[in-house]
Structures are given as structure tokens and as C-alpha cells.
């Protein structure tokens, strides 16, 4: 077979399916013995929806069917190859446990008994509500929580309704302790998709991001890169991650001492001078003052927290220093896990400072996006009274809306009342700490109205719920990628919605129109949106329809590319010591504090990913279940010996406030610290709905009853409850 | 003729299951089964720990059992690539072969036929990499002839230090895995 007949024949045929081509094999016709694929297939490209990291997919419809989902050869992000959950997303098509028609609630809340109403119907609902709590307690005292580049329109309308107060749980819930630590040191954030040059690194240093279970595909692409290359892998975690089974040094650090661990490793960079002095002379504020505090922090002093050895805390700092600047302390993603988690985030800023990773190969890159100019729609309402989470700037350095922020609004009135909320694509209920408060919050709402593709948990709760499209039967707002190398990208629809389920950007359209704010939707459909930013950019709809993505001229990612090292910061410099943070009342370098422990006989509850499904939203979908039907409880062996449980055998947990926990499996393993245990984070559902994933395995979101919050920027450390164990029979 | 086999590098597996997926959509296989599957082992004492992820399937051995158990000739050895497959048109539903394989390979489809993985020679015949290794995001498999001594799969199993599933069964597995 010719290799370059059948490139050239798929480049014809419009789309690369992806084939890598044998050659020097002569295929032959196959007997009737092959299952192979017959019917016609179209082939569709458009971006995924199954979690947040949007890679560019190509949908293939056989015989009118969905068939499957593979990668774009053209997209950067995913390099062809999709994750196993973009692989499994037709599932999320054929899930039957999905929402059907839009309902409106029939008896009490939460009692999940629905009358099934027209869209108008639910519209008229919805506006009249509205409307009324506008009069009554003005535009602000409606939130919307939004989780996803699907929820745009619906920002677009709630905007324009007068509301300043959208959130997502993935700041205050998830990444924003970490964005803050690296702003408050760099004057820069990390973003999504991160911007770590992870396939250039000569050392990884993971502190519990656990890649390759978390499946964020372009990093976990780029550490498989890496490591065939030889990169050396350092990996501090309570648990034997898959990442720390690549690593050259895994160090079981105690839960909660990583600040610790991460001032050892810099006391042993400064005081070896191994650190880029260069980059700190030219580019550093406060050095000798941060010097004179990190002197102290001994790897003898860090043993006593951490229960890693000096002489492992000090080969590891050397290895780190041998590769700099190629050595990169990854930011890690989801950082909400004890309240010092911003200060905790500021220390591994600072050690990649010390190492001179920022700006350069092998650590982080400066990102870039093409120009595509939004809609020019008329000027938002202003709104007179601010944002409701954070009065007073009580957390000084949240630099998003924090959504437990509009949860405690909700419950106390201050500083003002809170009486609607619009839910899009995040289960607040699994994503949110603390049910009960989330619970009390809807008891003070005139109106909860929940957007979805299945029955989720908060649907449970909601007085009307929207049935979504999902996104292989919608178009969407276009992914104006900020990443190493731009591009634009179009999701559009695949197959059409088996029932009355609707795209969101209809829903927010008809919304805004049934509240009257037709004039902030001056388009007539979504198509003649698309075009018009599409042309702005020198682009137009149909190229986008046939390609899926179109790719800009990538801009210098690195110091030595041309990129100016300009620090936005107060000083302009990158901050070993922060006068803001100090003028504040918050250590101006990072200090470690011992966490509080458990009650005797309990453990500390940890909880993490799965690669095959994404936060709560894919239980259901028939393909991910079937890969991953239920979570474990990992065990270590000796606590599992004491307390005679073996692998296979089902527990209940119950946490420090006496909440139980639906049976889980049991894991005993040696891949985790006697102190702790671990399960994966999405898994024992409540709703009834959800009929395929209720009651499977347990919820960790049902035992956070407790998080201490970040003095910072208002994040909630989730990894600070306590659970004992009880063998189920 | 080729002899088609896999070299998997363990190095690089993450065991994300994607090769999982992909299979099952691929080849329709029905909810509830599989034809590939991820096995994680754990050895040593914290925190001396090491790891090894496999991702398995039928090995297409050499010397394939389940083929010289089949009563009807369902399981043969094809003539292409010397890949082991199952003519479901033949196929009686003894389950003799699914009794006979060391690796747990094959599984009774609903339809009454012994099923497993194909190497996805529907594919392979078009010249297309079989579903698991076009979709794995950490590229750790290479699909080829072990029998041309310049593939690339060849020139993996000859140069790197590997190992196959249970080497004394003697059925002379053709999936090679890369320590």
C-alpha cells in the first residue's frame, strides 16, 4: 500500500480519520469471518463537552446512528487522540436516564415528583418569577451558577436581566487558590488549559495531581511524552498514584504538610545555592527577605511534618535543580483541599522561581489566542450594588465571584437578599461542600431553576428543570482557544435530540425575550451569530462546519522566543516577599501550619479523579459505566488487616458529624498512607432519576460536611473530614 | 505473510481504559462486556512500591488453544496477519475456547457466539492502526508485523527489555510488553 496515496485520499475525502497507515503490509480482502463496519458514514467535527478541556473531535453517524467519537487530527490540543471520555461521549447521547421534557415541581422540594409542561409553559414560569423578585428585591437578587463554555448565553442573558452575581464552583471549589498563589507571585494565573510546557520538561514534579487518572488530555499526553523521553518524575502524595508508579521519587507526604515539603525543598535550593541566580538578581522582589525565613525551614524541620526523610528531601531538591529550567513544579488543577491553599500554591509559584521554569522550555509558557471580536451588543444594566459573595472584600485576593459566597448570601440575607437561582451544567450538590447548607440556601429561594442534561442531584432540588441538548445535538459559542498554539473551534450538532431537549443558547434566547430583553438578542439564530464573529476574524461559518477548527499563527511562548518579561505585579517584579500580602495580615512568606487530626480510630478522607469519568455528570452514560460501574475505598493493608476487611468486601463511612455513607467497595492496598483513605470523587448518587447510578458506591461530596475556608480568597478546603469505618452485611 | 503482534510500553500506560472504550465503540460490543481491559499490579511495601499496568486482550498466540479446541473450525487462525478470530456463522456456543484461553480473552456475546478482540482487522485490512492504538493518548502501543524485522514492532521487541502473559502456558503470546 502506497502511504502517501492514502493521506492524500483522506485529505481529499475532508477529514483525516486519523489513520496512521502500515506500510510494507498488503492488505487482503477479508472473508465473511471479520466484523467489519459496513453502512454509511458521515463524519462530523465539532468539540467535546465531557469535561471543560474542549478538544476538537470528529463524530462519525453510521447509517443515521451515532457511532463514534474519535479526535481531530488537526487539533493541538488533543493531537487526534481523545481522552476515554471524549471516546465514551456518544454515550451521553444514548444515556436513558436522561431528561426528556422541561418540569415543573409538583409537591415539595426535593421530593423529585414533576408535572411535564410545555417550554412556554416553563418559560412563562420561570419570567413571571423572575419578574417578580426584579420588583421586589431587584436584579442582583438573582444568581446564576454556570459551569462550561455552554453556559455563555445564558450569562449573556442574566447580564443583561442586571445581575452581577455568576459563578462556577470551579474557582472557590476548585482552581482558584491556585490562581491566586501564582497572580500574587508572578502577577500571572495558570488558566485552563494549563500553561505548563510539560513535553519539554526534564523533571516533573507532581504534588497530589495525579495525571494519567486525572485526564486532562494534552497534559497527560505531554507526561507520557516526557517520560519516553526520560524525564524525571518526582511525585509527593498520600497515595501511590498511578503518576507516582512513574516516578524516580515518590514521597508519601503526610496529608496536609505539603507547605512543609515545599519550603524544605527551597531551604535546600537556597542555602546549596542551586537556585537560577540570574533570574532571581534581575527578576526577584524581597529575596533576602524570603531568604532569611526559608533558612529555617530545614529538611530535619519538614521530617517532623512530613514523615519524609532529610536525605530524600534533599536528592530530590538536587534533581530538581540539575534540570532547571527545564524542571516544572506543576500547579496541579483542583488545589481547594485544607484553606491554605492559596499560600500553599504561592510556594510552588515560588519554587519555580527559584528554578527559573517561568517563561522558559520545559516550565510554563505564555499562551496566546487569536482575534475573534465578540457580538456588539448593547451595554449591560448597571448594577448599583455590587457583587453579592464577597462584602467588604472580606477575602481580599478572590479575584472571581466565589459560589459558596452566594450561598451564604442566600442563607443570611447579607449584604443583600438572594432569591433566585439559575443553575447551568454544575451539580452543586456534588460539587459544593457542606449539603446541608447547600439545602438550607434553596429553602430561602423563591425560585431554583436547573438546566441539564440528566437528573442530577440539584435538578432533585429544582422548581423547574430545562431538559439540554447535549452537545453532539447543539451549537454552542465558539472555543476562542488561549493555548500555546491558538485556534478557533466550533462545536455544532451531530444527530438531533431524541425528545423536546433544547440547545442552551435557544434557552437563554426565548428567556430573554419572555423577560423582555429581546433587544440583547438582535440575531435570529444561532448560525447567523456564529457567522458574523467568525467574519470579524476573516473567517466564515461554512470553512468552520467543514474543518471544526482553524488554527492562528502561533505568538513567542518563551523568554528566548522574544516573549518580554514584564511581571504584573505591585512591584513589577516576581514576589519572594509580598508587601500586599503582609499590609493584608497574611504571611508575606508562605509558612506551614499543622493541619488539625481526627477523632482516634479515624481517617482522613481523600478524594481524586477517574479517567473515564468526568466530576458527577457521567455515571449514567452506558459506555463510562460500563468501564468504571462503581468507586472503592482505598485502605492501607494494615488497616485493613486490623480490621479484618479484605478487597471486594463493602463498608459504610461515617464522618466526624455522624453522616453515613452509602456501601462502597473496599481497596486494600499498600498504595496508601496508614492515616488516610482515598476514593474517586462523583460516584453514590441520591437522585431517583439517575436510576442506573443510584446508590452505587458512596459520595465523598455527602461526607464533606466541613471545609476550612482560605482566608485569602474564600476557597474551601475540602480534605479536612474524618471518617471511621463500618463493615456492611 | 505477516505476523501481526503489539508491543505495549508499560512505561508510558497510564491505564486510562481509553483502548477500552474505543474497542466498544469501535465494534459495537454490548454494554456489560469488553474485549480489552486494563489490569493494575501493586508489589512491594510503602513506599517501596512498584506498579505495572497491562492493557489486555487476546494475545493472537502462536499456538492458540482455543483454536485447536474448537469442534466446529469457528476459531481459526486467519490467513491474514495470523490473527485469531471466530466465524459466528460456525460458532456453536460450546464455550470450549472460552474455557480453554489462559487470559480470560473471549466472552459469550448475547448472540450466542464466542466473541473477543479482532486486532480490529477490519481496520488493519485498510490500512488504519487497530481502535486501541489510534486512540491511546499516551501512544505507548505499536501495532505491526513481527515478522518483518524492520517494523517498528519488531524493532521494539528486539531492543527493549519486555515481557509477555503467562510465558508458561506455551501458547506463544504475540503481545509484548516494554519495561
Redesign the interface.
Known amino acids: ?1 502506497n502511504t502517501i496515496s ?1 493521506r492524500r485520499f483522506l485529505k481529499i475525502s475532508g477529514l483525516g ?6 506500510a ?14 459496513a453502512g454509511t458514514v458521515r463524519a462530523v467535527p465539532t468539540y467535546c463537552d465531557i469535561c471543560f478541556w474542549k478538544c476538537n473531535a470528529i463524530a462519525h453517524v453510521r447509517d443515521g446512528r451515532l ?5 481531530n487530527p488537526e487539533d493541538p490540543l488533543s493531537r487526534g ?4 471520555r471524549g ?2 461521549g ?1 454515550g451521553t447521547v444514548t444515556d436513558p436516564d436522561r431528561l426528556q421534557s422541561p418540569l415543573i415541581r409538583r409537591k415539595a422540594r426535593g421530593g423529585e415528583e414533576w408535572v411535564e409542561v410545555t417550554w412556554d409553559e416553563a418559560f412563562d414560569y420561570i419570567a413571571g418569577k423572575l419578574q417578580k423578585i426584579k420588583v421586589e428585591h431587584g436584579p442582583e437578587a438573582v444568581a446564576l451558577f454556570s459551569h462550561g463554555i455552554g453556559g455563555a448565553f445564558l450569562k449573556h442573558t442574566f447580564k443583561a436581566y442586571g445581575t452581577p452575581n455568576i459563578a462556577a464552583p470551579s474557582f472557590a471549589q476548585c482552581r482558584g487558590p491556585r490562581d491566586a498563589g501564582f497572580l500574587l507571585t508572578f502577577g500571572e494565573d495558570i488558566g485552563s488549559p494549563e500553561r505548563t510546557d510539560i513535553r519539554n520538561a526534564r523533571c516533573i514534579v507532581l504534588i497530589g495531581s495525579h ?3 486525572n ?1 486532562h ?1 494534552t497534559q ?2 505531554e ?3 516526557a ?2 523521553k526520560g524525564a524525571t518524575v518526582i511525585v509527593a502524595d498520600p497515595r ?1 498514584s ?5 516516578a524516580k521519587y ?3 507526604v503526610k496529608p496536609g504538610s505539603d507547605i512543609a515539603l515545599l519550603l524544605a525543598w527551597m531551604n535546600v535550593i537556597v542555602t546549596e545555592e542551586l537556585y537560577d541566580q540570574a533570574f532571581v538578581e534581575q527578576h526577584g522582589f524581597g529575596f533576602e527577605n524570603f531568604k532569611a525565613e526559608i533558612v529555617e525551614r530545614t529538611p530535619e524541620w519538614a521530617y517532623l511534618e512530613t514523615g519524609i526523610p532529610p536525605e530524600k528531601i534533599r536528592e530530590s531538591a538536587r534533581e530538581m535543580a540539575r534540570h532547571r529550567p527545564a524542571t516544572l513544579v506543576h500547579p496541579g488543577r483542583h488545589a481547594t483541599w485544607y484553606g491554605d491553599d492559596t499560600q500553599r500554591s504561592r510556594a510552588i509559584a515560588l519554587l519555580n522561581a527559584l528554578l527559573g521554569s517561568w517563561g522558559r522550555k520545559g516550565g510554563f509558557y505564555y499562551p496566546s489566542s487569536m482575534d475573534v471580536p465578540g457580538y456588539p451588543y448593547q451595554p449591560y444594566p448597571k448594577s448599583g450594588r455590587g457583587k453579592v459573595d464577597n462584602p467588604g472584600k472580606k477575602y481580599p485576593f478572590a479575584h472571581e465571584t466565589i459560589s459558596t459566597g452566594i450561598r451564604e448570601a442566600t442563607i443570611s440575607g447579607q449584604p443583600y437578599p438572594v432569591k433566585g437561582w439559575f443553575v447551568y451544567a454544575t451539580n452543586l450538590i456534588h460539587a459544593l461542600p457542606n449539603e446541608a447548607e447547600t439545602l438550607k440556601a434553596i429553602q430561602a429561594l423563591d425560585l431554583l431553576v436547573v438546566v441539564d442534561v440528566i437528573p442530577s442531584e440539584i435538578a432533585g432540588w429544582a422548581d423547574v428543570v430545562l431538559p439540554e441538548a447535549t452537545y453532539l445535538e447543539r451549537y454552542d459559542e465558539l472555543n476562542v482557544e488561549y493555548f500555546r498554539d491558538p485556534f478557533v473551534a466550533l462545536r455544532q450538532p451531530v444527530v438531533e435530540p431524541p425528545g423536546d431537549q433544547k440547545p442552551n443558547w435557544w434557552i437563554a434566547r426565548e428567556l430573554a425575550f419572555k423577560l423582555g430583553l429581546g433587544e440583547y438578542y438582535p440575531w435570529q439564530d444561532i448560525e447567523e451569530y456564529l457567522d458574523y464573529r467568525l467574519a470579524g476574524a476573516g473567517l466564515s461559518l461554512g470553512t468552520l462546519k467543514e474543518k471544526g477548527l482553524v488554527k492562528g499563527t502561533p505568538a513567542p511562548a518563551f523568554f528566548d522566543e522574544g516573549v518580554e518579561a514584564l511581571w504584573p505585579t505591585p512591584s513589577g517584579k516576581v514576589e519572594f516577599y509580598s508587601l500586599q500580602l503582609e499590609r493584608a495580615g497574611f504571611d508575606p512568606v508562605p509558612r506551614h501550619q499543622r493541619q488539625k487530626e481526627g477523632p482516634p480510630g479515624s481517617f482522613r478522607l481523600l478524594y481524586g479523579r477517574a ?2 469519568h468526568s466530576f458527577s455528570r457521567t455515571q449514567t452514560n ?3 459505566r ?3 460501574p462503581e468507586n472503592d475505598v482505598w485502605l ?1 493493608a494494615s488497616v485493613g488487616a486490623r480490621l479484618g476487611l479484605r478487597s471486594g468486601d463493602y463498608v459504610r463511612l461515617r464522618n466526624q458529624d455522624d453522616v453515613l455513607s452509602s456501601p462502597i467497595k473496599v481497596r486494600v ?5 496508614p492515616d488516610c483513605v482515598y476514593m474517586v470523587h462523583g460516584f453514590g448518587h441520591t437522585a431517583k432519576g439517575l436510576r442506573s447510578a443510584f446508590g452505587v458506591g458512596a459520595s465523598d461530596a455527602q461526607l464533606i460536611t466541613r471545609y476550612e475556608t482560605d482566608p485569602l480568597m474564600g476557597g474551601t478546603g475540602m480534605n479536612v473530614n474524618f471518617v471511621s469505618i463500618e463493615r456492611e452485611n | 505473510m ?1 505476523r501481526f503482534g503489539m508491543a505495549i ?1 508499560t ?2 500506560c ?5 483502548c ?3 474497542c ?5 460490543v454490548p ?4 474485549r480489552d481491559w486494563i489490569a493494575k499490579r ?1 508489589e ?4 517501596d ?3 505495572t ?1 497491562t492493557s489486555e486482550r487476546c494475545n493472537h498466540c502462536d499456538n492458540p488453544p482455543c483454536v485447536t479446541c474448537c469442534p466446529t473450525g469457528a476459531s ?1 487462525v ?4 495470523k490473527i485469531v ?5 460456525k460458532c456453536i456456543g460450546c464455550k470450549a475456547c472460552v474455557a480453554s484461553c489462559p487470559y480470560g480473552a473471549r466472552f459469550m456475546h448475547p448472540d450466542g457466539y464466542a466473541d473477543k478482540c ?1 486486532f480490529c ?2 481496520r ?6 487497530p ?1 486501541c492504538v ?7 502501543m505499536t ?3 513481527l515478522d ?1 524485522p ?2 517498528e514492532v519488531s524493532r521494539l521487541v528486539a531492543g527493549r527489555k519486555h515481557f509477555v502473559l503467562k510465558p508458561d502456558a506455551g501458547t506463544g503470546p504475540r503481545i509484548f510488553y516494554l519495561e
Not at chain 1, 17 to 22: E, F, N, Q, R, Y
Not at chain 2, 134 to 140: A, F, I, N, Q, S
Open positions: 500500500m492514502r480519520l486519523g489513520a496512521a497507515s502500515l510494507g503490509l498488503s492488505p487482503r480482502r477479508l472473508g465473511a469471518t471479520a466484523a467489519a463496519s457511532w463514534k467519537i474519535t479526535g487522540r481523545l481522552c476515554p471516546t465514551g456518544i495525571l494519567g487518572e485526564m488530555n497527560v499526553q507526561f507520557a511524552e517520560l519516553g501511590f498511578v503518576a507516582a508508579s512513574k515518590y514521597l508519601p479517567p473515564v452506558p459506555i463510562l460500563d468501564a468504571m492501607n492496598t499498600e498504595a496508601i498512607r | 505477516a510500553d512505561t508510558k497510564v491505564g486510562c481504559m481509553d477500552i472504550v474505543a466498544k465503540t469501535e465494534n459495537d454494554d456489560g462486556y469488553c501493586v512491594g511495601r510503602m513506599p512500591l512498584r506498579m499496568i481459526h486467519h490467513v491474514y496477519g478470530l471466530v466465524d459466528h456463522g479482532t482487522i477490519h488493519v485490512d485498510k490500512g488504519q492502526l481502535a489510534e486512540v491511546c493518548p499516551t501512544r505507548c501495532f505491526g508485523d518483518d524492520q517494523s
